[in-house]
Every structure is written in C-alpha cells, then in structure tokens.
Nanobody, 109 residues
C-alpha cells in the first residue's frame, strides 16, 4: 500500500503563490496533481515522470504552475504562481490507483 501525504495548502490573495508538497511512501514513476473545486468534478492539473524530464499541464494552469520532484525524498512539488480565485480547490496527489488526503487551497479576490 502506497501512502501519499500532501501539505502546503492555505489561504492566499489573488496573484500570490503557494508551493504544495506530496511525500510518497515509496518510489512512484508517474506522479500527478489533481484538484476538485466545490460542486465540480476532480480535474487533472499536472504530471511528472520519474526523471522529471516529462511534465504535462492542464491548459488552465500552463505558464503559472510548475511541477517538480526530488526522487531522493520521494517528494513531488507543485509551485503555483499568479494564483486566481478559480484555482480554489482541494489539491490531491496521485500515482496509479493511490491518492492522498488532499490539501485545501483558497485564493481570495
């Protein structure tokens, strides 16, 4: 059983930044971030491969968010800049069938 633990969420004003972290209990090749806003379906945000050379982003966050990883720490990060109120959601770390508990990000206007 793989455990994923997110942290780094919080309340920030529009235009601000946050960095989310996700620590995995074991090495995972593909790591993803998803988010779910109130009343909406969970949606893909970003993905990174083991070597870090392959990164993919949802169009809504491209140019503002950056996914990275530190394999020595089994940790994936999501740097979020130029945050908008519409980025407000619970952010989840995912790999294969495993999900973290989520961390709340709230962006005020």
């Amino acid at each position: 059983q793989v455990q994923l633990v997110e942290s780094g969420g919080g309340l920030v004003q529009a235009g601000g930044s946050l960095r989310l972290s996700c620590v995995a209990s074991s090495r995972m090749y593909l790591m993803n971030w998803f988010r779910q806003a109130p009343g909406k379906e969970r949606e893909f945000v970003a993905r990174i491969t083991w070597g870090g050379g392959g990164t993919y982003y949802a169009d809504s966050v491209k140019g503002r968010f950056t996914i990275s990883r530190d394999n020595a720490k089994n940790t994936v990060y999501l740097q979020m800049n130029s945050l908008k109120p519409e980025d407000t959601a619970v952010y989840y770390c995912n790999s294969n069938d495993f999900w973290g508990q989520g961390t709340q990000v709230t962006v005020s206007s």
